[in-house]
């Protein structure tokens, strides 16, 4: 049906028919947008919220990110940046700290994930758009220009990358890694850790991956 009610219509009916003062148009437009597909789905013309859950094989795919942590560091609370690789089927992840989440940082995280793990992923390992990465995003969709050192990196390693959608159409992509790191930072950076160098922070990191790993 092309002659419908539109939000600004409703609104302009609601003060001069009902002599609504009290609203504003962006309550009218928010109420309509809300709205509308329940009267749809209500109706049969429709579709029906839905979830489709995600499976992975065995080693076919991973996810990447950073997270900040804070740190005693040789006597002064410091910001650090946490990177981690997990992988999508048995949920192992591995760890590293780094003082920036620059692109120097983004590839050693890489190349100790894959030593840690003894391989890459056959299939992808998803990212969002870190900048490490990414210099622009296409549209909303997958579409990116990617950093020339991050594609001869992922070239010499043979990674394929598959970029979530950006905001919240593609915030369930990549959530595995962000609840892992949410999952690492409360049980292993509370209280804050109290270290002279990253070397030893990342040495009692290395430990703490080996124990979750154990049965």
């Known amino acids: ?52 859950p995600q499976t992975h094989l065995p080693g076919a795919e991973a996810e990447v990110d950073f997270g900040e942590v804070s740190v005693m560091l040789a006597g002064e609370m410091t910001r650090l940046y946490l990177f981690s690789l997990r992988l999508s089927y048995s949920g192992k992840a591995v760890h590293r700290v780094f003082a920036t989440a620059g692109q120097e940082a983004f590839f050693e995280g890489h190349v100790h994930a894959f030593r840690v793990l003894g391989g890459i992923p056959r299939r992808h390992i998803r990212y969002d758009n870190l900048r490490a990465a990414v210099e622009r995003v296409l549209g909303f969709y997958r579409g990116r220009v990617e950093a020339d050192r991050w594609t001869a990196f992922r070239s010499h390693w043979g990674v394929e990358a598959f970029y979530c959608r950006p905001g919240i159409e593609g915030a ?12 690492f930072r409360r049980n292993h950076f509370v209280p804050v850790p109290e270290v002279a160098s990253l070397t030893e922070l990342n040495a009692m990191v290395d430990q703490w991956d080996q124990d979750e790993a154990s049965p």
Do not use: C, N
């Not at 992509?173 to 949410?182: D, P």
């Open 172 to 183: 369930h992509e990549k959530g595995g890694v962000e609840g892992q790191i949410g999952y």
């Open 1 to 52: 049906m092309k002659q419908r009610h539109t939000a600004q219509r409703i609104f302009d009916r609601l003060v001069d028919k009902q002599g609504a003062g009290d609203i504003s148009y962006p309550m009218v437009r928010t109420y309509v947008k809300d709205r509308r597909p329940q009267i749809r789905r209500d109706a049969g013309i429709g579709p029906q919220a839905m979830f489709v």
